[in-house]
């Protein structure tokens, strides 16, 4: 191995012990294969409510207790504690700070269903407690991997506040987008506890973003290198002026530093051999066991067991890039061939009551879970037949790369990270892996669901279709791979 590298990586979720969406799970599977190849990476994370103490062993630093974090006009007290992620020894910091932190949920109050009002500052405060944690410790990385707009004004302070400040000479900073549709957007006036100059916020100036600052361009502005998460997003991003969100302009003058790098999965937590959620074990060779599952999720579901009839999963946010209105619009021609369909969900009313009624409608066919639930998730994966994934836009998405090795054939649209992993059975009946349809519109993804459910009784191209997605290589090694060059190319640039 090349020289190992020093990398402390921020993100503001990471499995276990905090989720939400896909980010959770690449901050703590990436950080494993870096670990694995030898290099030494630190983790640093909120302290939410979920974050329990005694659940995840999380441990008091003497020498980080009471670190003084400027902040407007006064100085913030913060406690960073420290864990590991399960069965590992990569060491995870926890910024402890009860008045920004301790909340249920991470970015929306579920009081209003909207932001909460004062996430400027919580993740300002989340920024600038990374560097000074750094400082405490006296531990100088080489690269600070920074993930989505919560962590956007790591990079920023580094090149400004902390420019002249020696523990950092050697730092440069990587910022990867794994949703460019969220981005940090607040009241100029909101960050003026940054003590950063004015100047800065000024229009045409690097943290201006039409007024308003976005950490996200902040992120993407001030750092040494940024990526996406497939290539085929980082396309996009530059050229499609819907997916750009307004960033295409910023992102295409980048464009040099920018990077597409696949996600991958950690086949440790999910893989039907291996799964410690679900009740029937199964690979390639042998699919008997899927049955069982099958048989536990419809149980669970009150649904009855018919092996003829195929069921349909989806588990995802419930908001619009999701694609749900599509689902919607089609709801009784998708349910009309008699299919079994179950979702697992949490986000926008308007689609929760529009399920909640449907499961009225079909209570033997539908089945609908408002709720975060990992074990559910992990039987719904093994229990049904195929997975949809009809999707607005998709950065890289990690579901359909579940359903390939759960043998549970992924439909989904021709985007982004998607694009990059399913390949179409209709196109090509020998390399297929799932059903891809192109154009976001209701029609064509009926089109295709329908091929999909036709497809399902024809048992043979069904399992040569199963088997060929179950020996798919998505793990984190290439990918990971991939990161380690960029941490390397920064590295050399110092
Ligand atoms: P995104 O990051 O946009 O939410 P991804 O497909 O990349 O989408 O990742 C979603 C991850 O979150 C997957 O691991 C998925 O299983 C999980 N997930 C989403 N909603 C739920 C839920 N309600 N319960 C359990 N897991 C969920």
């Known amino acids: 191995m090349a020289v190992p590298l020093k990398i402390f990586f921020v993100s503001p979720e990471i499995s276990p012990f905090a989720k939400t969406g896909g980010l959770a799970d690449i901050a703590s599977a990436l950080p494993k294969e870096i670990k694995n190849a030898g290099h030494d990476i630190r983790l640093f994370m909120p302290q939410y409510t979920v974050v329990n103490d005694r659940k995840f062993v999380l441990r008091e630093v003497i020498r980080l207790k009471k670190l003084d974090i400027p902040f407007g006009d006064t100085r913030i007290h913060v406690n960073i504690k420290s864990s590991f992620l399960p069965d590992t020894k990569i060491q995870v910091y926890f910024l402890d700070y009860p008045p920004y932190f301790n909340r249920e949920e991470f970015y929306v109050d579920p009081k209003t269903n909207r932001d909460y009002a004062d996430n400027a500052e919580r993740f300002a405060l989340f920024c600038r407690s990374a560097i000074e944690t750094l400082k405490r410790l006296h531990w100088h990385p080489d690269v600070i991997h920074c993930n989505d707009w919560q962590t956007g004004f790591i990079p920023v302070f580094l090149k400004t506040l902390y420019k002249d400040d020696d523990s950092f000479k050697n730092t440069k900073t990587l910022f990867t987008i794994h949703n460019l549709a969220y981005q940090g957007i607040f009241p100029v006036s909101k960050l003026k506890m940054t003590g950063l100059p004015d100047t800065?916020?000024?229009?045409?100036?690097?943290?201006?973003?039409y007024g308003k600052v976005s950490f996200l361009k902040a992120g993407i502005e001030y750092a040494d290198l940024i990526n996406t998460v497939s290539p085929t997003y980082n396309q996009e991003i530059q050229n499609d002026k819907e997916l750009g969100f307004g960033?295409?302009?910023?992102?295409?003058?980048?464009?040099?530093?920018?990077?597409?790098?696949?996600?991958?999965?950690?086949y440790s937590e999910w893989s039907p051999e291996v799964d410690q959620w679900i009740p029937g074990k199964y690979d390639s060779k042998s699919l008997t066991n899927k049955i069982v599952d099958k048989q536990q999720l419809l149980g669970f579901c009150n649904?009855?067991?018919?092996?003829?009839?195929?069921?349909?999963?989806?588990?995802?946010?419930?908001?619009?890039?999701?694609?749900?209105?599509?689902?919607?619009?089609?709801?009784?021609?998708?349910?009309?061939?008699?299919?079994?369909?179950?979702?697992?969900?949490?986000?926008?009313?308007?689609?929760?009551?529009?399920?909640?009624?449907?499961?009225?409608?079909?209570?033997?066919?539908f089945?609908?879970?408002?709720?975060?639930?990992?074990?559910?998730?992990?039987?719904?994966?093994?229990?049904?037949?195929?997975?949809?994934m009809p999707s607005k836009f998709e950065?890289?998405?990690?579901?359909?790369?579940?359903?390939?090795?759960?043998g549970t054939i992924p439909i989904v649209r021709k985007t982004g990270g998607l694009a990059d992993t399913v390949v179409d059975f209709s196109t090509d009946e020998q390399k297929g892996t799932g059903f891809v349809f192109e154009k976001y519109d209701a029609?064509?993804?009926?089109?295709?669901?329908?091929?999909?459910?036709?497809?399902?009784?024809d048992k043979k191209k069904w399992k040569g279709m199963i088997r060929r997605g179950m020996k798919q290589d998505f793990s984190w090694k290439a990918s990971s791979r991939e990161y380690i060059k960029l941490y390397t190319k920064l590295n050399k640039e110092k």
């Open 200 to 209: 800065l916020f000024t229009i045409g100036n690097s943290l201006e973003y």
């Open 247 to 266: 960033f295409q302009d910023i992102l295409k003058r980048r464009s040099k530093s920018l990077y597409g790098i696949l996600n991958g999965v950690d």
């Open 303 to 365: 649904l009855p067991y018919d092996e003829n009839v195929p069921c349909i999963g989806l588990i995802s946010r419930l908001v619009d890039q999701k694609g749900l209105d599509l689902i919607v619009k089609k709801f009784d021609q998708i349910m009309e061939p008699g299919v079994q369909f179950i979702i697992l969900g949490k986000g926008e009313e308007k689609y929760q009551e529009f399920f909640t009624a449907a499961a009225q409608k079909y209570p033997q066919q």
């Open 367 to 388: 089945a609908a879970f408002f709720r975060f639930d990992n074990r559910l998730a992990h039987l719904i994966e093994a229990g049904c037949d195929m997975f949809l």
């Open 395 to 406: 950065p890289c998405g990690l579901n359909q790369l579940y359903s390939l090795r759960y």
């Open 443 to 457: 029609d064509d993804f009926l089109t295709t669901l329908k091929l999909a459910v036709h497809t399902f009784g």
